[in-house]
């Protein structure tokens, strides 16, 4: 298995832009989450999903922050317009038991999304 | 308000000696915490966990201890390598969720 893929890599774009980040979880994993990691606050949970169903969106910063996963097999999560605050690394991870025992998560390399 | 709090940013140790990394936790209803290791431009990767039932879990050259009563913590590296040398993310386990530390990077002197 290839494991979780996170596309772009990078991804530099100017304030007000539309930036949009791509997941795909690993195959046959039930749960998917969204995070974020900064400085100063570490890792954020923003959403995550069962069965493709948003469960709990409580982590997501303001509107201007959307996700959607419409199979199995990919995620995106939108920031329209993007601002410089919103510079971070974003992970994706996906899970067979969501975060109940010990098999945790497993993420993908991230996204670094400056926004300048 | 933080659940999860790693209060060390950072740590050094020599090659062969002993790395503790420490976490503190708010919410009595963590029933399962994790630590995972993170190299740069990669994502967090499992290291061990162990249940709220438990107060020790080893594997390897890495133990985990829970102090509940204390609502603590600790993750030991004996001996440290400098491959041990990564930021350490401490989490708990909230319903079908994971709560996250702010991490602490650990750095193996050779």
């Known amino acids: 298995d290839a494991g979780v893929i996170q596309s772009p890599r990078h991804e530099v774009t100017e304030m007000g832009q539309e930036v949009t980040l791509r997941c795909k979880p690993i195959?046959?994993?039930?749960?998917l989450f969204w995070y974020r990691q900064t400085m100063m606050r570490g890792l954020e949970l923003l959403i995550y999903?069962?069965?493709?169903?948003?469960?709990?969106d409580s982590g997501m910063p303001e509107d201007r922050f959307s996700a959607k996963m419409p199979n199995a097999s990919f995620s995106t999560l939108k920031i329209q317009p993007s601002e410089p605050r919103d510079s971070a690394v974003y992970f994706c991870a996906s899970s067979l038991t969501g975060g109940r025992g010990n098999y945790g998560y497993t993420f993908g390399s991230g996204t670094r999304l400056t926004v300048v | 308000d933080q659940q999860v709090k790693q209060n060390s940013p950072s740590l050094s140790v020599q090659e062969g000696r002993i790395s503790i990394l420490n976490c503190d936790y708010t919410n009595s209803m963590f029933d399962y915490f994790l630590w995972y290791k993170k190299y740069p431009a990669e994502g967090p990767t499992f290291l061990i966990s162990?249940?709220?039932?438990?107060d020790k879990n080893e594997d390897g050259r890495f133990t985990v201890f829970l102090n509940k009563s204390a609502k603590h913590l600790s993750l030991h590296i004996v001996p440290s390598q400098p491959g041990d040398s990564a930021v350490y993310f401490c989490?708990?386990?909230?319903?079908?969720?994971?709560?996250f530390g702010a991490g602490t990077i650990l750095r193996v002197k050779s």
């Open positions: 989490a708990a386990s909230e319903g079908l969720k994971l709560v």
């Open positions: 162990i249940s709220s039932i438990k």
């Open positions: 195959s046959g994993h039930d749960y």
């Open positions: 999903f069962n069965n493709n169903v948003p469960i709990d």
